[in-house]
């Protein structure tokens, strides 16, 4: 048996004929660039995730990069983030010439740690001007201690909700729980485009304002240019796609979380949980599980036996972004965060998309169940 890692081609067979309408009615129109379907995606977005405004971009990772440029993050200052996360979110606050600090992560949940947080604000908060949970995998960080200190510091809280369209916390969802929130619509996501593209929710007015100058060179009139900004816009096309999508979200989603029940069950049974380290949510969130990350030891070899067998793993992320080289400069060692060294090794992604079926899954379990019986 073979077990894609991914497979968008199923769901683009669903909704083909729906997605190819929209399609070409934007060609026909010829209006590619801040129309109406950008503006009407704004609108879904904002009302499906509880958030006042919602402003489209060019990436998520345009997201993250016009949030802290909104939140007036500029040169020298400190922005804290978690180490285990895809580049973009310490990369964004680099290239404004802002420093990031990395806070250690929680060692279940793999999202940051309040308590590390906490720490490094009480050993030093000079310069700090906003701090960037990330929603990671599908569930959002313990946002409720993250939000009590940056009032008492009087920080920006920006949520990299990339991985997490649709997840909840204590009954509200993801980029509706701080100041800003960051989502992209890479492939791969929950909510994927065709191509790249991004948005930011928030319910600030002003925010809202200045994150819509920013995506056309800072300009609020056509050629007058208040603030420096970028060109980052999400397109017409890509709109109109995602707002065919946005409709299904919650079914794929309901897809998702089954699946990633139907695993825990089927570990338990087998017997595995001693070994594999199962998904652990915490209570009073709604992952959405843009991934099913399980941990285990030997990972390595366990991801090639897997492969040998037919069945794609991804590794998020294998090397935690204060050891990366780009951020030597920063001056952190091997050891500096501990969890988030130790669950670069031992996290392992497995198959988990919507139209993922009980076969396929009962396969990746008994390859696992089959890998150990024999290693150990
Ligand atoms: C995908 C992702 C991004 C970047 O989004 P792009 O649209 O690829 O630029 C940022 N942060 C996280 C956690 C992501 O998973």
């Given at each position: 048996?073979?077990v ?8 683009y067979?669903k909704?083909?004929?729906e997605v190819?309408?929209e399609?070409k009615a934007?060609c026909?129109?010829q209006?590619?660039?801040?129309g ?14 509880g958030?006042?405004?919602a402003?489209?971009v060019?990436?998520g ?7 802290l440029m ?5 040169p ?8 285990f996360t895809f580049?973009a979110?310490a990369?964004?606050?680099?290239r404004?010439g802002a420093i ?8 279940q949940t793999?999202n ?7 720490s490094l ?6 310069g700090v ?5 990330v929603?990671l ?8 201690p993250?939000n009590?200190l940056?009032?008492g ?7 990299d909700a990339a ?6 916390y204590?009954?509200r ?7 800003m929130g ?8 929950n ?7 991004g948005?930011v929710t928030t319910?600030n007015?002003?925010?809202?304002l200045k994150l819509?100058?920013?995506?056309v060179?800072?300009s609020?009139?056509r050629?007058?240019?208040d603030i420096?900004?970028?060109n980052?816009r ?5 709109a109109?796609?995602?707002r065919?999508?946005l ?5 794929w989603?309901?897809?998702r ?9 089927l570990?338990r049974?087998a017997g595995?949980e001693?070994l594999?380290a199962?998904?652990y ?9 843009n ?5 285990v030891k030997k990972r390595?070899e366990l991801?090639?036996h897997?492969?040998?067998?037919g069945?794609?793993t991804e590794i998020y ?6 050891l990366?080289r ?5 001056g952190?060692?091997k050891?500096d965060?501990?969890v988030?060294e ?5 996290a392992?992604?497995l198959?988990?998309?919507p139209e993922l079926r ?13 890998f150990?019986?024999k290693s150990?």
């Amino acid at each position: 048996m073979k077990v894609q890692f991914l497979d968008l081609a199923s769901q683009y067979r669903k909704i083909r004929n729906e997605v190819l309408r929209e399609v070409k009615a934007v060609c026909d129109s010829q209006h590619y660039v801040l129309g109406k379907n950008v503006s009407g995606l704004e609108a879904e977005i904002a009302s499906y995730c509880g958030a006042r405004f919602a402003v489209g971009v060019a990436s998520g990772t345009d997201a993250i990069l016009l949030s802290l440029m909104a939140a007036g993050v500029g040169p020298g200052d400190r922005v804290i983030t978690t180490p285990f996360t895809f580049f973009a979110t310490a990369g964004s606050i680099a290239r404004l010439g802002a420093i990031p600090v990395f806070a250690d992560i929680h060692p279940q949940t793999y999202n940051i740690s309040p308590d590390s947080l906490e720490s490094l604000l009480k050993k030093n908060s000079k310069g700090v001007k906003a701090i960037i949970p990330v929603h990671l995998y599908g569930q959002c960080a313990d946002m409720a201690p993250i939000n009590r200190l940056a009032r008492g510091y009087g920080l920006k809280v920006i949520e990299d909700a990339a991985q997490s369209i649709g997840a909840e916390y204590r009954g509200r969802r993801a980029g509706a729980l701080g100041d800003m929130g960051c989502f992209s619509f890479y492939p791969t996501k929950n909510l994927g485009c065709f191509g790249d593209g991004g948005m930011v929710t928030t319910g600030n007015e002003k925010l809202a304002l200045k994150l819509k100058m920013l995506r056309v060179h800072g300009s609020k009139v056509r050629y007058y240019h208040d603030i420096v900004g970028a060109n980052s816009r999400l397109d017409e096309l890509q709109a109109a796609v995602l707002r065919v999508k946005l409709k299904h979200l919650e079914s794929w989603t309901g897809g998702r979380v089954k699946n990633a029940a139907r695993y825990d069950r089927l570990f338990r049974k087998a017997g595995l949980e001693g070994l594999v380290a199962l998904p652990y949510i915490q209570d009073g969130n709604r992952s959405v599980f843009n991934q099913y990350v399980v941990s285990v030891k030997k990972r390595d070899e366990l991801r090639s036996h897997l492969s040998q067998i037919g069945v794609s793993t991804e590794i998020y992320y294998p090397l935690p972004l204060h050891l990366q080289r780009c951020f030597k400069y920063l001056g952190y060692r091997k050891g500096d965060l501990p969890v988030s060294e130790k669950t670069a090794k031992e996290a392992l992604a497995l198959p988990i998309y919507p139209e993922l079926r009980e076969a396929e899954q009962k396969y990746v379990v008994s390859g696992i169940a089959g890998f150990y019986a024999k290693s150990s």
